[in-house]
């Protein structure tokens, strides 16, 4: 019987490049994003639901950006439009850390809570018949390049996700998987990833996911 994987999170889900000119939108191909190369490294038996969203962060609506930003409606659409859904990653944090949000690791950590609560309810599980989930800290930002002026001070809020979701995964009994310790930011915006980081991420995942 076939599975089905439904990779939620931001731009680093959807697959948009580094940024080298602010506001043109770019994406690389299903070759290269991370959600893809992880379906491949699971086989056959598995199906993909790729639900990453540009800016989204776990419990901010954006004023600039939007309020759909905020992740909780999104994740409630996500897993009423797909499924029945076998294994789920979230990977978001990265967003929060921007200077708008004035948000700590811990406040964004709690953000995530929010949303595993959604995702581990009785209401999600029921629908789905039970589903694992993989919670995934993105590495660190750099503070760098064009877009530097959002995230200024991110780079230790973001260094000190990791271990906040990794206290949290725990807790929660669900699997974790910190990016950081497989891949780094790119050295051109400091914030999304390069090809070779997404191949090396998707085949982490898929690791992990098959650990569940």
Known sequence: MTRLLLTF??????????????????RFGEDTRWPQVAL???????????????????CFADPVMGSHMEGSEGLK?????????????LMLGTNDCKARFGASAERIAAGMAGL?????????????????VLLIAPPPILEQGP????????AAKSTALAGALR???R??????????????????DG????????RLLGAAVANALAGL
């Open 9 to 26: 999170g931001d731009s680093n889900t959807h697959g948009t490049p580094p940024i080298t000119v602010p506001g043109r939108y770019e």
């Open 40 to 58: 491949a490294a699971l086989g056959p038996d598995w199906r993909l639901a790729e639900e990453g969203l540009p800016g989204r962060t776990t």
């Open 77 to 89: 659409i996500a897993l009423q439009s797909h499924g029945p859904i076998d294994a789920m990653t």
């Open 116 to 132: 595993l609560d959604i995702a581990m309810g009785v209401e999600m599980q029921t629908r789905h018949g039970g589903f694992k």
């Open 147 to 154: 877009i530097a002026g959002q995230f200024t001070g991110a």
């Open 167 to 169: 206290d949290l995964a």
């Open 171 to 188: 807790v929660r009994e669900i699997g974790f998987l910190d990016a950081g310790a497989v891949i780094r930011s790119s050295q051109t």
């Open 191 to 198: 914030v999304h990833f390069e090809p070779e980081a997404h």
